[in-house]
């Protein structure tokens, strides 16, 4: 008995040693920007993190995150990034020499502002952001950029 509560004492504690935070918001392309939205999520934290059955939320919808032809799993890094996009296929085509993670969703980032989360397989919010219009980066080429404090325009680095 006490090797198994050992055991998971063990276990527990790297679990809660991965955050998981959005780091980036490209909501206002320049044109259209249907299906070119995208964020970038980072494990800030030491260990890494399955995010299998994850959903990304926005608009008041869990939307469905799945694994592309250029990341064909779920497992994010310790210190990784990862770039959910509204259409994989569209992301590759704006971002030709992009080498990263990269999953596929589908949703529309409100151009005005919202808040969007990282929710687990339990629908719990694992990371959240609010943005707003007047920060910045509203169809002038800018994504919103985490800066440790607040979100800030600045050219796109997904």
Same mark, same amino acid.
């Given at each position: 008995?006490?090797? !198994?509560?050992?055991?998971?004492?063990?276990?527990?504690?790297?679990? !809660?040693?991965?955050?998981?935070?959005?780091? +980036?918001?490209?909501?206002?392309?320049?044109?259209?920007?249907?299906?070119?939205?995208?964020?970038? @999520?980072?494990?800030?934290?030491?260990?890494?993190?399955?995010?299998?059955?994850?959903?990304?939320?926005?608009?008041?919808?869990?939307?469905?995150?799945? $694994?592309?032809? @250029?990341?064909?799993?779920?497992?994010?890094?310790?210190?990784?990034?990862?770039?959910?996009?509204?259409?994989? +296929?569209?992301?590759?085509?704006?971002?030709?020499?992009?080498?990263?993670?990269?999953?596929?969703?589908?949703?529309?980032?409100?151009?005005?502002?919202?808040?969007?989360?990282?929710?687990? !397989?339990?629908?719990?919010?694992?990371?959240?952001?609010?943005? !707003?219009?007047?920060?910045?980066?509203?169809?002038?080429?800018?994504?919103?950029?985490?800066?440790?404090?607040?979100? $800030?325009?600045? $050219?796109? $680095?997904?």
């Amino acid at each position: 008995m006490r090797r !198994a509560i050992l055991a998971l004492l063990m276990f527990v504690p790297g679990s !809660a040693l991965a955050g998981v935070s959005i780091s +980036e918001i490209m909501y206002d392309l320049p044109g259209s920007d249907s299906g070119r939205e995208w964020v970038e @999520v980072v494990n800030d934290g030491s260990a890494a993190v399955d995010i299998t059955g994850w959903k990304f939320f926005e608009n008041n919808t869990n939307h469905g995150i799945a $694994t592309t032809s @250029v990341t064909n799993t779920f497992t994010l890094p310790a210190g990784g990034y990862v770039v959910v996009a509204d259409n994989a +296929e569209k992301f590759l085509i704006d971002w030709p020499s992009f080498s990263g993670l990269l999953f596929d969703s589908a949703f529309s980032l409100s151009n005005t502002g919202e808040s969007v989360s990282m929710r687990n !397989a339990d629908l719990v919010d694992v990371g959240t952001a609010t943005y !707003a219009s007047d920060v910045g980066a509203a169809g002038d080429g800018n994504s919103l950029v985490w800066n440790g404090t607040s979100f $800030t325009a600045h $050219t796109p $680095t997904p």
